[in-house]
T-cell receptor
Framework: AQTVTQSQPEMSVQEAETVTLSCTYDTSESDYYLFWYKQPPSRQMILVIRQEAYKQQNATENRFSVNFQKAAKSFSLKISDSQLGDAAMYFCAYRTLLNTGTASKLTFGTGTRLQVTL | KAGVTQTPRYLIKTRGQQVTLSCSPISGHRSVSWYQQTPGQGLQFLFEYFSETQRNKGNFPGRFSGRQFSNSRSEMNVSTLELGDSALYLC???????????????FGEGSWLTVV
């Protein structure tokens, strides 16, 4: 079974600064997807960024980028130019690469609460 | 395009009662999955449905059940409610085909269940 570990329960960053959230995972599979989801106080899970394990290039989405180290099973999220609206709980999640008959279960980490200060 | 819609958003039930939560996936999505989120246990997978068939089930007692209709809408039911069932229940949908888009899971806003 796959496991996802987020070792930072809380992080704080000043507005306009950069912060990196850590995530490690354990799997015996070679192909899979990794995601970062953001959960603001409204509690809706919002997709931030996704990474296909078979792609060596790190994914980027505007101010959000990842550092994907497949051999180390590490998947960190970097938020640049932090904004007050980035304050939320961030979850790292793993999903098996979809093949016929494969279910779409996500395995989540425990989350990192990000505070953004002025 | 409308997102994943869950109803009701908030509800309070008494121990021993049962509850039904509803989820309408994104148009065209045929896979629907359910998650329970609590402060103590975090996010836990309940079950997943595809084409009206349950394809995967998490480690929850039989009091938790679900179904999917031909239009991909899904319901989950919890019978004989216990205090520990108080949680945010999240529904998610996916296209379910190979590729990044097909493998991405999108969530609804959740249904807050309080058992008293």
């Amino acid at each position: 079974a796959q496991t996802v570990t987020q070792s930072q329960p809380e992080m704080s960053v000043q507005e306009a600064e950069t912060v990196t959230l850590s995530c490690t995972y354990d799997t015996s599979e070679s192909d899979y997807y990794l995601f970062w989801y953001k959960q603001p106080p409204s509690r809706q899970m919002i997709l931030v960024i996704r990474q296909e394990a078979y792609k060596q290039q790190n994914a980027t989405e505007n101010r959000f980028s990842v550092n994907f180290q497949k051999a180390a099973k590490s998947f960190s999220l970097k938020i640049s130019d932090s904004q007050l609206g980035d304050a939320a709980m961030y979850f790292c999640a793993y999903r098996t690469l979809l093949n016929t008959g494969t279910a779409s279960k996500l395995t989540f980490g425990t989350g990192t609460r990000l505070q953004v200060t002025l | 395009k409308a997102g994943v819609t869950q109803t009701p958003r908030y509800l309070i039930k008494t121990r021993g009662q049962q509850v039904t939560l509803s989820c309408s996936p994104i148009s065209g999505h045929r896979s629907v999955s359910w998650y329970q989120q609590t402060p103590g246990q975090g996010l836990q997978f309940l079950f997943e449905y595809f084409s009206e068939t349950q394809r995967n089930k998490g480690n929850f007692p039989g009091r938790f059940s679900g179904r999917q209709f031909s239009n991909s809408r899904s319901e989950m039911n919890v019978s004989t409610l216990e205090l520990g069932d108080s949680a945010l229940y999240l529904c998610a949908s996916s296209l379910l085909y190979r590729g990044a888009t097909g493998n991405t899971i999108y969530f609804g806003e959740g249904s807050w269940l309080t058992v008293v």
